[in-house]
Structure formats: C-alpha cells, structure tokens
C-alpha cells in the first residue's frame, strides 16, 4: 500500500470509479443506487460471485474520509488477490455514501492536517440529517420517518444486497483504536482486540464516550441501544433514526463491523503511569468550557438563520443549530457525571488523555459558527455575523492552546489506518466463514 495517500475529495473518488468502469471487467458491476441530496449519483461497486454478500460503506460521517480509501484498497486488493477471490463472498463497496457532506469538508482534506485547520473547515451534519442514523424506527413512543436521500440510497444498497456482512467505516479525531460488533462472538472479539492492542495507537478502554456501550473485550464493544437512548434520562435526548447496524440486523439478520481508528495519536494513550490529574480536575476544567461554549451558542447560533440561502449554508447551520438546541444539555450532562464520581479519584495518563476527547469535542461547534460567518459575511453586512464569528475563533484559540499545552497530536500515516480497518475486516469475514461451516 502506498505510503502517499492523500484524503480523498468526491471528485477523486468519482474518478477513479469511472476508470474501473470503463475497464469493463467481467466481474465487476457498477451501479446508481440513489442520489445525494444535490442529485449527485450514488454508486454501488460489486465484484464476484459468492454464497454471502459484504457491503462495505465509507464516509458514513463526512468529516471521517479515511473510511473511502479502506474501499478502494479492499477493491484494489480482491481484484488482485487471489486467496481473497475464493472466499465465496460477492462484495458490494459505496465509497461514500454522504458525497455532500464529503465536498464540505474537502478544505481541510486538501491541507495539511493541523487540529486548527480541521476544526476550523470540518462539517458533521446535525444528527437526524446523517445517513448513518436516518434509518426508519418505530418504537411504542418514537417514530422516526425522514430518510436522508444518502440513506434511502443506502436503504436501496441493502435491500439489493441483503448482505451477511456490513461494515460502516467510520473514525474518529482521537483516542486509539476501537471495535462495535453487533454480536459477541468471544473468539472474534479477542482477535478483534488483538488488532487493536498491536495497532501501536492504543487500545481505547471506552468507545464512543457517550454511547455507554457493553464491552465485549478491551477496545470491542457492543453497538449502542438507540431504544434505550430514545427513553434515557439524560439532558440530551434522541432525535433522530436507527442506525445502519441496528436496521440490517432487523431487516437481514446482518453482522455488522466498524472498526474506529483515531486521525491523530497522543503518546499519553500508550502511558499507564499517574498523570498527576483526578478526575475532578477534568470535570472541573470540562464543565467551565462547556459552560462557555453554551454561552457562544446561545449568544450566536440564532443570528444566523435569516442570513441563509444555499443548501450548503442550511447544512452547516442545521448543525450548529443542533448544538445550540442542546446547549444547556452539555452542562447538565458533566454535573450528573461529576455528582456519580469521587471526585478525588486519580487518573493514569492514559485516561487522563482519553477523556480530553470532550474537549475536542467542545471545539467543534465553534468551529461551525467561525466557518458560517467566514462564509456569510462575505456576501452580507452585519455587525452580529461579525462578531459570532470573532468570539467563536477566541473560543476556538483558547481551547486549542489549552489542548496543545498537554498533548502533542501526531497525524497518523492513511495507510496505517486503512490497513488496520482492512485487517478487522477480512478477519471478521474469515472468522464468520469458519464458524458458519463448523
């Protein structure tokens, strides 16, 4: 694998599936499954014959690209591996399932990767505008039907597909390597922990912070209950569908895979040592951020909307919005965890630096509001546009001086990151074929 490669853009992606098709290769197809909220179509690449069928998904998150250039090494390498052609699987790859949401994020793809650069140029659309969590869901209370268009075209891939296997590549920004599965199968679990614990990334201990999710093995966990989440009693609420593993294994009795791999390494992940820090350090340090970045969102976010004509603004907005809507919910939130703990309690390193995920995550919404008011004013004249856009890069500069002040971020090599979503893969797939024959 190249040691070279280079975030993908939509338009790279597109390319280079014109160039497979017009090989003509007998065993591969190429297919429009839906088309993307600006009409742009959505292909499905399916290679082979087999008894069971894999579909593998990228960019299920726009800001998370890396999962794109997993697909086309998988189809560089069934192409070209034999030992992968007899495995009795047909194959079924979407190289990005959310091509808008790629297209806004391309100014950070396209630049060297810096926390300050991504944060100020990313986009994660709102949560019930994501093709990973639009899925149809009817509970006794809740009933979600608005479908994204990237969602019905994935809704479209898994009923032509009706796959055994499916695997939503997604990533994260920071904190070590990580598996969900849909069923614990233990000897799969450990193998998918091993790949893990060798990544040299570090294993995260936790998941997805605010998934609370059962653990299966170090770093492998279950997928998060939507159900529960949709009737939990935290301040921030479910508001949007079910997710691609949940609807697959209801619809198709599907085991689903994703394996997160963080853009960034912290060497503190990898340090078991005492880092001087309790956990009523963070809490204390967290719910002052947040609390001042509740006050840039309720101060802001609502200024914008009358300012707002393309497509592209509302996503970006609608997403701001979200945290806005929610911004009482992110205090809240820190002091229920904070009145559950010893304050007093001591953290290794690695915890230590596995729990600054939050303070990432605090960036994100001030980067949104930057970027919006670049964007508007140069179009418009308003003083309020004006100053959102100052005082959320003063809240984006203190955060990010405050994160770098305690970690250095190492940009991870793709290649790295691919290999080790690859690796997950065609273990899961292998282990699946052997327990399905015994």
């Keep these: 694998m190249s040691e070279a490669l280079t975030f993908p853009t939509i338009e790279a992606l597109e390319h280079r599936t014109d160039e497979l098709q017009a090989k ?17 179509d959505i292909r499905m690449i399916s290679i082979g014959q087999g008894a069971r069928s894999a579909l593998i998904l990228g960019v299920p998150h726009p800001n998370e690209p890396v999962g ?33 949401g790629l297209r806004l994020n391309e100014a950070w793809c396209t630049q060297p990767l810096t926390l300050r650069s991504y944060m100020e140029n990313h986009f994660r659309p709102a949560l019930a505008r994501q093709p990973e969590y639009t ?61 893990a614990a060798n990544s040299g990334l570090g294993v995260n201990p936790v998941g997805d912070p605010g998934a609370q999710a059962q653990p299966f093995a170090a770093g492998v966990f279950a997928f998060p209950n939507i159900n529960a989440m949709i009737g939990g009693e935290g301040p921030i609420g479910w508001s949007a569908g079910n997710s691609g593993a ?10 689903s895979l994703t394996t997160e791999v963080p853009l960034w390494h912290d060497a503190r992940l990898l340090d078991t040592s005492p880092s001087g820090k309790t956990l009523g350090d963070v809490l204390e340090f967290q719910l002052a951020l947040f609390s001042e970045l509740t006050a840039l969102l309720k ?48 953290l290794p390193t690695h915890i230590y630096a596995l729990r600054s995920q939050l303070t990432l995550a605090a ?56 290999q080790i979503q690859a690796d997950a893969i065609l273990l ?3 282990h699946l074929a052997t327990a399905k024959s015994k």
């Design 24 to 40: 003509k290769l007998p065993n591969v197809t190429i297919q429009v499954i839906g088309k993307s909220r600006s009409g742009r």
């Design 246 to 255: 949940h609807y697959a294994k209801k619809q198709f009795d599907t085991f």
């Design 299 to 346: 101060t802001h976010a609502p200024s914008f909307e009358p300012y707002i004509e393309t497509q592209d603004q509302r996503e970006i907005f609608e997403a701001l919005k979200e945290w806005h809507v929610n911004a009482d919910g992110f205090a809240a939130e820190l002091t229920m965890a904070a009145g559950a703990v010893d304050p007093a309690t001591p």
């Design 68 to 100: 794109a250039l997993t697909v086309e090494y998988l189809i560089d390498k069934i192409l070209n591996d034999k030992t992968l052609q007899q495995l009795d699987i047909q194959w079924h790859f979407i190289k990005a399932i959310d091509p808008e």
């Design 363 to 418: 960036m994100r919404p001030a980067g949104l509001m930057r970027r919006l008011s670049h964007d508007l004013v140069q179009h418009v004249e308003s003083e309020e546009l004006l100053a959102a856009g100052t005082d959320a890069s003063v809240f984006l500069d203190k955060a990010i001086m405050h994160f770098e002040e305690e970690a250095t971020l190492e940009p991870v090599a793709l290649s790295k990151l691919v």
């Design 135 to 195: 899925f149809p869901l009817n509970t006794d209370d809740y009933t979600f039907t608005q479908s994204t268009p990237e969602n019905l075209a994935w809704q479209k891939a898994l009923d032509l597909v009706k796959p055994d296997f499916q695997s939503s590549l997604h990533h994260a920004d920071h904190g070590g390597v990580f598996h969900i599965v849909s069923d614990n199968q233990a000897e799969l679990s450990q193998a998918l922990s091993a790949i």
């Design 428 to 430: 899961t797939l292998k």
